[in-house]
Nanobody, 118 residues
Framework: EVQLVESGGGLVQTGGSLRLSCAAS????????IGWFRQAPGKEREGVSC????????GYADSVKGRFTVSSDTAKNTVYLQMNSLKPEDTAVYYC???????????WGRGTQVTVSS
């Protein structure tokens, strides 16, 4: 069974940090890019970051560049999203997804809530 399980969300003050984890199972981890997305209430889902280990590249939305860092631990089949200098506008449910080349996503997690208080 394919599973993507996010964890690490929570409540943090403006300027604080959180590290999200995305634990993958049920598929060949190295064959897939892992993307991070977020959705705030009343807003459309937004792509935040993606890591494509096969092509040795990672990308970020302009809104998080310089503050968020994506990384992976192949031995643990886990991708991380380190979020620093958090802002209230970062408040959202964060999802990870596995797909092809950071373009098309086949599998999705259920999300983890991140709330940044002002």
């Amino acid at each position: 069974e394919v599973q993507l399980v996010e964890s690490g969300g929570g409540l943090v003050q403006t300027g604080g940090s959180l590290r999200l984890s995305c634990a993958a199972s049920g598929f060949t981890f190295d064959d897939y890019a892992i993307g991070w997305f977020r959705q705030a209430p009343g807003k459309e889902r937004e792509g935040v970051s993606c890591i494509d280990r096969r092509h040795m590249r990672a990308g970020y939305a302009d809104s998080v560049k310089g503050r968020f860092t994506v990384s992976s631990d192949t031995a643990k089949n886990t991708v991380y999203l380190q979020m620093n200098s958090l802002k209230p506008e970062d408040t959202a449910v964060y999802y990870c997804a596995a797909g092809q080349g950071c373009l098309y996503y086949d599998y999705w997690g259920r999300g983890t809530q991140v709330t940044v208080s002002s």
